[in-house]
RNA sequence: GCUGCUGUAGCUCAGUGGUAGAGCGCGUCCUUGGUAAGGACGAGGUCAUGGGUUCAAAUCCCAUCAGCAGCUCCA
C-alpha cells in the first residue's frame, strides 16, 4: 500500500500505483471535478501521475494560483494548436506563463493580426469544448531529438532541457503534441471556454537576443471565469486612464511634437508641478548639506574623449560644431561637474564635499525607445557628486538613503524596489576597492534594514551601483534613484585633494540621483496619483464657482485673496450652472472647488467641495484660507479639511 | 533599431475610389440657474508628408516622418 500525507496531516493509504486522481477521488469527488495538478513531494506532476510509496501530497485545484498558471500554461498550448490549424506553416518555440497570462512565440513569415484573435479564439473554443485530455508521453533525450529531427527551435528546447527523459503533451482531436515538461490540466475543459483572450502580438527576438530572428509572440490571459476575465479587462482600463501620457493631454501638462520628438514642452500648468517638485527638491538638499552648480549643457569635444564618453557611447550624443570646433551637448553631468571640483585646491578637511546639479542633458535614443515623459531624449537629471574618503563611504550611502526615503516618503510613493549591482566581467579598478566599494553599499543598505535584490556582474564598468525602481500604471518598471560609485573618472580626471599628511590623493566619488530625470519622476507622479494630485503638487489648487453672475464679484474677491496667499486659484465664470461648472472641476481633477453665492458672499464664507467626494461644508474664507495653506506648506497628501 | 498596428477639426473618434462627419472643446447670443454637464446659432480640416496607380485618391500601392504595443537597448 502507498500513503499519501496530505496537508492538513491525515494520511490516505491507496493501492500502489494508483494516481493522484484516484486520490483526489478518494478524498472527495466535489475535489476531484476542480483538481487541476499535483504536488508530489513538492515535484509539480499531472492529475494522471501514479503514487508509488510513502509520499506528501499537495492537490492543486483551479481555486490555487498554482492552478491558474497551470490553466494559463495549458491555454498556451490550445493557443498553439488553434494556431497552428489556421497556419499550418506556424513553427512552435516557446510559450510560458507570464504575469495575468501567457504568450507562445512563433516563427512564421505571414504576420498574425488583431484582426485574425477572432478567429484563433474560435479556434481554441472548439478544442477546449472538444474535452480531450491532455496525455502526457515521456521518452530519452535521443528519442526527442529523432522525433523533432529539422526543428530548429525544438532542438533547441531539446538541448536547453534537463534530465535525460524528455515529456511531449498531447491533446485535441488531431492528436497535437508539443515538447513540454508539464504539468498540464488534465482536460481541456477545466480551462473556462469563456474566461480567457487572445490580446495582442508583437515582435520578439529568439533566445532575446536582437542579432537573432524575429518571431511573433502572441499574448493571451487567461482566468478562472469569465468573471475574472471582465474584472481583469476592467482593471486593464482602469489603469490606462492613469496613463500620465493621457493624463498629460487631458490636463494641459505638457505636449510632444514631430519637430521635436522625444523632447518635452512642459506647459504652464505642467510647469507649476515641476516647480514645486524643484522647490521642494531644493529644500531638502540644503538640509542634508550639498551645496548646488550649474555647469554649461554643451562642452568641447576634447573634455568627453577625456572622460569615455566619446569612446564609449557617442552613437548616443548630440553633436555641434561651430567655427570648426565641435562641441557636444552633455550626455551626463560629471565632467562639467569635475571641472569645477578641478577649479580649487581640496583638502581632505572639506570632505565629504556634496554638489548637485539640475542637469539638462540630451541622450539619442534609439526611436522604439522612447515612452512618453518617463524615457525622452532630453531631460533633467536631479544629479549629484559626492567626493569623500573611502572611510566616508558607507555613512554617504545611508545619508543618500535617508535623502532619499524623506523625498519619496512626501510623494507618497511606499513601493519601490531596490537593486544592488556588482562587479561585471569587464570593469577598471581593482578587486580590492570593488570589494571595499560594494560592501559599503550592502552595508548601507543592511543598516538602513532595506529589502534588495542582487543583481550579480550588472554593475557599471567604473563601479557598483544601487538603483531604485517603480512601476507605472501598466506595470512596467523605470528606474528613478541610482547611487553609483565611480573609480573611473576621478583617475581620468587626475582629481586630487590634500591629505592630512599633506599628501595628493585621489578621492572617491559617488554619483547619485534620487528622482532620476526630471521628466520620468514627473510621469510617474502622475501616474501615481492617477492625475489627482495633492494640493502642494496640483496645478491648480482651488477653483472658485459663483453660482451666477450676480455673485462674480465676490468670487473675483476671493480669487484675490487666495492668490495673495499663494494658492493657485482659478475662477469659472462662465454662464454654465453650477453643476456643469463642478463637473468640469472635477474633470480637472482641481482639489478644492468653492462654490459661492449670496448666502456665502453675505457671510464671507465659501461653500467647500473636495475633489472627488459628494460633500460640502461651508466654511469661513479666513478658515479655508489658513487650512489649505498649511496643507500646503506641510505637503500633506491628504485633502480633508 | 526590430516586428506588427495607427495617423481625418484643439481633443476623442466615425466614415467612404466620386461635394468632409459626430460628440466634447472654442466663439456669439439666449438663459442668472445652489452642487457631476440648460438651449440656439456659428467658426474650425490640403483627411501626417512625398511619390505612384486611376477619368477621379483622404480612401488602393510604395517611401518618409511621427505615435502605439512588444522585443532589444539604456555607457
Given at each position: 500500500m502507498a500513503k499519501a500525507k496530505l496537508p492538513d496531516g491525515n494520511i490516505l493509504e491507496i493501492?500502489?500505483?494508483?494516481t493522484v486522481a484516484d486520490l483526489a477521488g478518494q478524498i472527495g469527488p466535489g475535489l476531484l471535478r476542480v483538481s487541476i495538478a499535483a504536488k508530489i513531494n513538492d515535484q509539480l506532476v499531472d492529475l494522471s501521475t501514479p503514487i508509488t510509496g510513502d509520499v506528501d501530497v499537495v492537490i492543486i485545484t483551479t481555486k490555487d494560483e498554482l492552478g491558474l498558471e497551470i490553466v494559463r500554461h495549458s491555454c498556451a498550448h490550445i493557443m498553439a494548436e488553434a494556431i497552428c490549424s489556421i497556419w499550418p506553416a506556424a513553427k512552435l518555440v516557446y510559450g510560458p506563463t507570464v504575469t495575468d497570462g501567457f504568450y507562445y512565440d512563433i516563427d512564421l513569415d505571414e504576420p498574425i493580426r488583431p484582426e485574425d484573435f477572432g478567429a484563433i479564439e474560435k479556434k481554441m473554443k472548439e478544442i477546449i469544448k472538444g474535452d480531450t485530455p491532455f496525455e502526457r508521453i515521456e521518452m530519452t533525450r535521443g528519442e526527442a531529438e529523432a522525433k523533432m529531427a529539422g526543428d530548429v527551435y525544438k532542438l533547441d528546447n531539446i538541448a536547453n532541457a534537463k534530465g535525460d527523459v524528455l515529456s511531449f503533451y498531447r491533446h485535441g482531436s488531431d492528436g497535437f503534441e508539443d515538447l513540454c515538461r508539464g504539468p498540464h490540466v488534465?482536460?481541456?475543459?477545466?480551462?473556462?471556454?469563456?474566461?480567457f483572450k487572445v490580446m495582442s502580438v508583437a515582435g520578439a527576438y529568439w533566445h532575446g537576443d536582437a542579432s537573432q530572428k524575429m518571431l511573433q509572440r502572441v499574448y493571451g490571459t487567461a482566468w478562472r471565469d469569465k468573471k475574472e476575465l471582465a474584472d481583469y479587462l476592467f482593471r486593464l482600463e482602469e489603469a490606462k486612464k492613469r496613463d500620465h501620457r493621457l493624463l498629460g493631454k487631458q490636463m494641459d501638462l505638457f505636449s510632444f511634437h514631430e519637430e521635436g520628438p522625444g523632447f518635452a514642452f512642459l506647459h504652464p500648468k505642467g510647469m507649476k508641478v515641476w516647480n514645486a517638485v524643484i522647490d521642494y527638491w531644493r529644500d531638502v538638499h540644503r538640509r542634508y548639506g550639498y551645496e548646488e552648480i550649474k555647469t554649461p549643457i554643451m562642452l568641447n569635444e576634447s573634455l568627453w574623449h577625456k572622460s569615455g564618453h566619446w569612446d564609449n557611447y557617442k552613437e548616443n550624443m548630440y553633436f555641434t560644431t561651430v567655427d570648426e570646433v565641435t562641441y557636444a551637448v552633455k550626455p551626463m553631468n560629471c565632467p562639467g561637474g569635475l571641472l569645477v571640483y578641478k577649479s580649487n585646491k581640496h583638502s581632505y578637511r572639506e570632505f565629504p564635499m556634496r554638489v548637485a546639479e539640475l542637469g539638462l542633458v540630451h541622450r539619442y535614443e534609439?526611436?522604439?525607445?522612447?515612452?512618453?515623459?518617463?524615457?525622452?531624449r532630453q531631460f533633467t537629471q536631479d544629479d549629484a557628486h559626492i567626493f569623500c574618503m573611502p572611510d566616508q563611504i558607507e555613512a554617504e550611502i545611508v545619508g543618500v538613503i535617508d535623502l532619499l526615503q524623506e523625498m519619496y516618503k512626501t510623494f507618497g510613493f511606499e513601493d519601490y524596489h531596490v537593486e544592488l549591482s556588482t562587479k561585471p566581467d569587464k570593469h577598471i579598478g581593482s578587486d580590492e576597492i570593488w570589494e571595499t566599494a560594494t560592501n559599503a553599499l550592502r552595508g548601507a543598505l543592511e543598516h538602513k534594514g532595506m529589502d534588495y535584490q542582487i543583481n550579480e556582474g550588472d554593475g557599471a564598468f567604473y563601479g557598483p551601483k544601487i538603483d531604485f525602481h517603480i512601476s507605472d500604471c501598466l506595470n512596467r518598471s523605470w528606474q528613478l534613484g541610482t547611487i553609483q560609485l565611480d573609480f573611473s573618472m576621478p583617475q581620468r580626471f587626475e582629481l586630487t585633494y590634500v591629505d592630512q599628511d599633506n599628501t595628493e590623493k585621489t578621492p572617491v566619488m559617488i554619483h547619485r540621483a534620487i528622482l532620476g530625470s526630471l521628466e520620468r519622476f514627473m510621469g510617474i507622479l502622475i501616474e501615481h496619483f492617477g492625475g489627482n494630485m495633492p494640493l502642494w503638487l496640483a496645478p491648480e489648487q482651488v477653483r472658485v464657482l459663483p453660482i451666477s453672475e450676480k455673485t462674480n464679484d465676490y468670487a473675483y474677491d476671493v480669487l484675490a485673496k487666495l492668490k495673495k496667499c499663494g494658492l493657485y486659484a482659478v475662477v469659472d465664470t462662465s454662464d454654465d450652472k453650477v453643476g456643469a461648472k463642478i463637473a468640469r472641476a472635477h474633470a480637472d481633477k482641481v482639489p478644492y472647488m468653492l462654490v459661492v453665492g449670496p448666502k456665502e458672499a453675505q457671510e464671507t464664507a465659501v461653500n467647500v467641495r473636495i475633489r472627488q467626494s459628494q460633500e460640502t461644508q461651508t466654511l469661513s474664507l479666513e478658515e479655508f484660507i489658513s487650512t489649505a495653506v498649511s496643507k500646503n506648506d506641510d505637503k500633506s497628501l491628504d485633502l480633508s479639511l
Open positions: 493501492t500502489d500505483g494508483a488534465p482536460r481541456t475543459k477545466l480551462i473556462d471556454a469563456k474566461g534609439a526611436s522604439g525607445q522612447m515612452h512618453g515623459l518617463v524615457r525622452v
